[in-house]
């Protein structure tokens, strides 16, 4: 099985600063890797699929990079909605999440 | 666009069976993996498995033994049925869509909190 690590748990910033979460596999996944934005009370939302590939209707703030065990989301300019909690994920495994929470 | 509405009970006592159904809209239930996820309380998400428009499925290892996922393609829906509950088993639980040869879920249910409790 396939073990996912996400840093930092959190990450706390302001609006208009650069966010950048990290998701480290425990053994190669090639570019199988998607991010989700969680909101309290709210189901999980595809992000990123595929490592770099932003899902339909998602602002261009956000990107995703790497391939092999270790991936990278960024947010280049953090809107007050971007506050919340992201998870990895590939195939059947999840990561544990990393709290974005405002400064 | 397709959306997923799930209905279930929320309430349990332990030993009981957890039965939810999602019910898919606006798209076909062919070519895909319709995909059951729990989240416990406070905690990260946990797939449960997940069964093909043909009924083909598959299971977490460590809930194989009290799980079954169900189709029914003329309804648009599925269904999970997890056997014998206890406190552990106190989750929001979600559907989720999965493309075939894809390894993401996209969209979700809205999802069912159920809570184990005697």
């Known amino acids: 099985e396939i073990v996912l690590t996400q840093s930092p748990a959190t990450l706390s910033l302001s609006p208009g600063e650069r966010a950048t979460l990290s998701c480290r596999a425990s053994?190669?996944?090639?570019?199988?890797l998607a991010w989700y934005q969680q909101k309290p009370g709210q189901a999980p939302r595809l992000l990123i699929y595929?490592?770099?590939n932003r899902a339909t209707g998602i602002p261009a703030r956000f990107s995703g990079s790497g391939s092999g065990t270790d991936f990278t989301l960024t947010i280049s300019s953090l809107e007050t909605e971007d506050f919340a909690v992201y998870f990895c994920?590939?195939?059947?495994?999840f990561g544990q999440g990393t709290k974005l929470e405002i400064k | 666009q397709v959306q997923l509405q799930q209905w279930g009970a929320g309430l349990l006592k332990p030993s009981e069976t957890l039965s939810l159904t999602c019910v898919v809209y606006?798209?076909?239930?062919?070519?895909?993996?319709w995909t059951w996820i729990r989240q416990p309380p406070e905690k990260g998400l946990e797939w449960i498995g997940e069964?093909?428009?043909?009924?083909?499925?598959n299971y977490n290892s460590s809930l194989e033994s009290r799980v079954s996922i169900s189709g029914d393609t003329s309804k648009n829906q599925f269904s999970l049925r997890l056997t014998s509950v206890t406190a552990a088993d106190t989750a929001v639980y979600y559907c989720?869509?999965?493309?075939?040869?894809?390894?993401?879920?996209?969209?979700w249910g809205q999802g069912t909190l159920v809570t184990v409790s005697s």
């Open positions: 069964i093909n428009h043909s009924g083909s499925t």
């Open positions: 994920q590939q195939r059947r495994n």
């Open positions: 989720a869509r999965r493309t075939q040869l894809r390894n993401w879920f996209d969209p």
């Open positions: 053994q190669s996944v090639s570019s199988y």
């Open positions: 606006g798209g076909s239930f062919s070519g895909y993996y």
């Open positions: 595929d490592a770099s």
